[in-house]
């Protein structure tokens, strides 16, 4: 398992001409190849003024349908959870502990609850902005979280159910980097601790160790 502070190397810079969002199709099929093929793509939140802040997701997880104990869809549908329910390529950003804010993908068919969080990335542009509102932490320590990625991002209540794939949305994600297969890890979900088996075990977290992705 992948230590949860990996070094977050910056690398170059996302290019002038940024490629098309990842269209809808793309998480319209079952979630953990979604889940898969997020990694190495990137998220991609056009500020107010234009600029882009970027980072190459490296770290995802599942939660897929009312049956997976670990997933918030488990209670039944909620106004908490609503967005889960909705169109794929959807973000589902959700409040957690009182105070953070954490970001996920919608996937599969629209009425079918599923999601995958994303847990971490590594900062490509905008980093003095991510450091700033970041500060005090490390380099290393900026973005390697699911709370961590929407406080460097700005990433709030006001993206829930925002669109992941229209292309002058502020929030998307994008193609980023090829990922071979063989750098990609499994382990169990973090901070399952109270789901009962087999959802606390279940091998439904993604990662590819940072140092693959420093391209």
Known sequence: MVHRDTEMTQTAPFPAQKPAPLPQSFYLRPTLDVAVDL???????????????????????????EDDLGCHARSGRTLRNEAMWG?????????????HWLLNAVT??????????????????????IRTRRKPQPDHLLTNGPAK???AFAIDEAHNHAS??????????????AVDPAWIQTSARIGLNTVPEPWKSIAWRFFIPPQHLKN
């Open 149 to 151: 990625i929407c406080q």
């Open 39 to 65: 990694l190495g793509k990137q998220l991609v939140r056009i500020e107010s003024n234009g600029d882009l802040t970027t980072g190459i997701i490296h770290e995802v997880e599942a939660y897929i349908g």
């Open 164 to 177: 992941l794939y229209h292309p002058a949305g502020a929030l998307t994600i994008r193609p980023g980097l």
């Open 108 to 129: 599969e068919a629209e009425g079918f609850p599923a999601a995958v969080l994303l847990r971490s990335v590594i900062p490509r542009n905008g980093i003095d902005r």
């Open 87 to 99: 169109p794929p390529g959807h973000a589902y950003v959700y409040f957690t502990y009182g105070m």
